[in-house]
């Protein structure tokens, strides 16, 4: 059975690998859909869809990332062509992981189930709220997997989220 997420991963935290970790004991393959693929350089959307994809593949273990394929899920002014949208860029899939209502709301009215994931820590694990300890240099390392933090000190992450 093929499963597909998408979230922004503004930046991608341990809440988002324990979202995958969840949909890969539910199916034997999951898509990866970067969301908002075409925004960025924004306070919302501060990290490119390329960047976004890096801290992905960099926090993963390899026995994760053998089941799973990440694709870029732009966004569109019509929010019921969207999930059509996304049918055009993700190969088949049979269930959609997600916590985000309005989500739900459009996948179902096309039939397709949809499970909501456990939420880890929600209270801290917010990429709002890491965003905002990054700027104001608050201690973030710890609520984000290896891999993002390298990609996060690399493209200076913290100045650039100053700066928006």
Known sequence: ???????RFQPFHLGHVSAVKFALENVDTLS???GSSNRFNEKRNPFTADERKE???SSLDRDILDKVKIYYIPDVNDHERWTYRVDEIVPKYDVVFSNDDFTHDLFKKRNIKVI???LAKREILSGTEIRTMIASDQNWGDLVPGGTHKVLLKINARDRLKNL
């Open 116 to 118: 909501s994931v456990p």
């Open 55 to 57: 801290m992905i593949l």
């Open 32 to 34: 990866i859909g970067i």
């Open 1 to 7: 059975m093929n499963g597909l997420i998408i979230g």
